[in-house]
């Protein structure tokens, strides 16, 4: 099955173009996008353990809609911090088992209801590949054992037979990114590593890719084009006829531009036209080429509880 959603939902910038302004009372965004796509990447996972009751919530606001998935990022203090550094120099190593068995017990809710279809592990662009890269992986997919690991790399030394074969044997998945076309990057690709195939498209600003001058508006306030995406739909189907599930995120989310993005591969895929919120549909004129705007899905009434329910 192929699944398209979007990489987060608590986005200001979303008002008004993805979520209806002033949002109604008992508005909830992420039961919102629930009715628009079939999965959404958890970001807030990456910046800090996960925790339980959050995410039995999250799973009990998308109840409604028993196509819909989770892939949740891995905490940065596994991918990041956690690297081998050579040393006992900066930065400081942390315990591993401890970061993975809370990990682990946060996002059980999930993994429990059937709802977690990938753990995305993203490694830095520094993280290339080598012995020790290798090692530091191996490590984490024994620490996870049991959860649907997919790794993400930027470095494009990961693009290779050696490589894939070497996630192949740990079961990891390999998450095939669009980004930046610049001389170490990793370039586009088609690979399906494990059950799960993933593909997350970043946009191309190359300008404000790398630095940490570079605010996350600058690197991610970017629109796919048709003549972008149709290759990518070209890849997705050919993941599909490799592996048991495709999930494809919109991490491009700045202004919007990732759900009006993930909506245009949505109908691209099915060759059809999809639902999309008006206020979508009037900010970008390629997505108003293959959509059926509709009012939001709160305004008509479906995320709202029958009177006496």
């Known amino acids: 099955m192929i699944r398209v959603g979007v990489a987060g939902w608590d986005y200001p910038d979303w008002a008004g173009v993805v979520y209806p302004s002033p949002p109604p009372r008992g508005f909830d965004r992420l039961a919102y996008l629930a009715d628009l796509f079939d999965a959404v990447e958890i970001n807030v ?3 800090r353990q996960p925790d339980l009751r ?6 009990r606001r998308v109840a409604d809609h028993p196509a819909f998935r989770f892939t949740a990022k891995l905490v940065r203090d596994l991918t990041h911090a956690g690297r081998p550094t050579g040393s006992h120099g ?3 190593f942390v315990d591993l088992k401890a970061q993975a068995d809370r990990f682990r017990a946060g996002i059980d809710p999930l993994l429990e209801s059937g709802l977690l279809l990938a753990v995305l592990a993203q490694f830095p662009h520094s993280f290339h590949d080598r012995p ?3 090692l530091h992986l191996e490590g984490l997919a024994t620490l996870l054992r049991g959860l649907p690991l997919v790794a993400e790399f930027r470095h494009r030394s990961w693009d290779h037979e050696g490589a894939l074969a070497f996630l192949r044997g740990l079961g990891v998945g390999f998450c095939n990114v669009d980004q930046p076309d610049l001389p170490s990057t990793l370039r586009p690709t088609a690979h399906a590593t494990s059950p799960v195939a993933y593909a997350r498209l970043h946009g191309r600003n190359a300008a404000s890719w790398f630095g940490h001058a570079a605010s996350p508006a600058a690197r991610y306030d970017y629109l796919y084009g048709w003549e972008e995406i149709d290759p990518w739909t070209e890849r997705v189907r050919a993941l599909a006829g490799r592996a048991e599930e495709v999930v494809v995120i919109a991490n491009n989310h700045y202004g919007g531009k990732g759900p009006a993005n993930a909506l245009m591969i949505k109908a691209a895929l099915g060759r059809a036209p999809v639902r999309a919120p008006a206020s979508l549909v009037a900010a970008f004129r390629d997505l108003a080429a293959v959509a059926l705007p509709e ?3 709160l305004e008509q009434g479906r995320l709202f509880p029958k009177e006496g329910g």
């Open 45 to 47: 996972t990456f910046y």
């Open 54 to 59: 959050a995410a039995a919530s999250w799973a």
């Open 90 to 92: 900066s930065p400081a």
């Open 132 to 134: 020790e890269s290798r």
């Open 295 to 297: 009012r939001s899905a």
